[in-house]
């Protein structure tokens, strides 16, 4: 079982950064992927970008340019940073971790990000 904690979301005005960060915690299968997706009011939930333990990365075109994502293998950490935000990036950011070859994944509780305009 994988437990995954978020951190990071907050309010910011359009044209500002956020970081957030997920930790991962249990069985800790490698290799594996760890990324975010977002889900806005009334959507379905989208990719964001993701981060494979080998350093492959996928970005949703949204985003591409402005959000960076990271990891830190040691301690089963990714980070995501958003910069030049636009209020439609507001949605509630969730953790991922999957491991490779496998379907079952792991969700974060989410982490709530809101930019206004």
């Known amino acids: 079982q994988v437990q995954l904690a978020e951190s990071g979301g907050g309010l910011v005005q359009a044209g500002g950064s956020l970081r957030l960060s997920c930790a991962a915690s249990g069985t800790i299968n490698r290799p594996n992927v760890m990324g975010w997706y977002r889900q806005a009011p009334g959507k379905q939930r989208d990719l964001v970008a993701t981060?494979?333990?080998?350093?492959?990365?996928n970005y949703a075109d949204s985003v591409k340019g402005r959000f960076t994502i990271s990891r830190d293998n040691a301690k089963n950490t990714v980070y995501l940073q958003m910069n030049s935000l636009k209020p439609e990036d507001t949605a509630v950011y969730y953790c991922?971790?999957?491991?490779?070859?496998?379907?079952?994944?792991?969700w974060g509780q989410g982490t709530q990000v809101t930019v206004s305009s």
């Open positions: 981060l494979t333990t080998g350093g492959t990365t």
């Open positions: 991922n971790f999957r491991r490779l070859g496998y379907r079952n994944d792991a």
